[in-house]
T-cell receptor, first 112, second 114 residues
């Protein structure tokens, strides 16, 4: 049972570089989300999707893009990395908007 | 703005002692309430949730939580903690009129004394 798979687990970027964090789920969930986790701040929603082809902004979307071409995949793109984007990123999926969210293992990103 | 408060950044409890982690939310509408646990270096796992009905809900690993509307609270409890309960605990709240997008507390780190 793979659940929600995130890659990579760790990444170091230089300021200005771009990259894509991958997220895939095999549970046929419609709802997928990206969060960032910073010490003392809990989880903050970056972007979310309620189904293939539909995405929307969360609380902290600036500097990030997403797309949802398939039900399974929900990649997060950092357009031009900044030190303020150093964080742990979590992808989550759920069957519906009020159901339990299943989380990936996280990606620890450091921007130098 | 809607918010979720977990007043205790960290709590230290002796193994075998009882535990209560506090969670308060700000918005008055009927909330959907969750408690998640995060072990070091891991993702988050759902402990329990409240949508409606009995205000005392049972979860996994021997945890329970009670929804008290009058106090806008959803405190997490366990009668006797084990060393394996050492982790960070997050309370989250969703509302129907915000498309169920979850609002998260800052977390409470639980430390277990042997």
């Amino acid at each position: 049972n793979a659940g929600v798979t995130q890659t990579p687990k760790f990444q170091v970027l230089k300021t200005g570089q771009s990259m894509t964090l991958q997220c895939a789920q095999d549970m046929n969930h419609e709802y997928m989300s990206w969060y960032r986790q910073d010490p003392g701040m809990g989880l903050r929603l970056i972007h979310y999707s309620v189904g293939a082809g539909i995405t929307d902004q969360g609380e902290v979307p600036n500097g990030y893009n997403v797309s949802r071409s398939t039900t399974e995949d929900f990649p997060l793109r950092l357009l031009s990395a900044a030190p303020s984007q150093t964080s742990v990123y979590f992808c989550a999926s759920s069957y519906s908007d009020s159901a339990e969210a299943f989380f990936g293992q996280g990606t620890r990103l450091t921007v130098v | 703005a809607q918010s979720v408060t977990q007043p205790d950044i960290h709590i230290t409890v002796s193994e075998g002692a009882s535990l209560e982690l506090r969670c308060n939310y700000s918005y008055g509408a009927t909330p959907y309430l969750f408690w998640y646990v995060q072990s070091p270096g891991q993702g988050l796992q759902l402990l329990l949730k409240y949508f409606s009905g009995d205000t005392l809900v049972q979860g996994i690993k021997g945890f329970e939580a009670e929804f008290k509307r009058s106090q806008s609270s959803f405190n997490l409890r366990k009668p006797s903690v084990h060393w394996s309960d050492a982790a960070e605990y997050f309370c989250a709240v969703g509302y129907m009129d915000s498309n169920y997008q979850l609002i998260w507390g800052a977390g409470t780190k639980l430390i277990i004394k042997p």
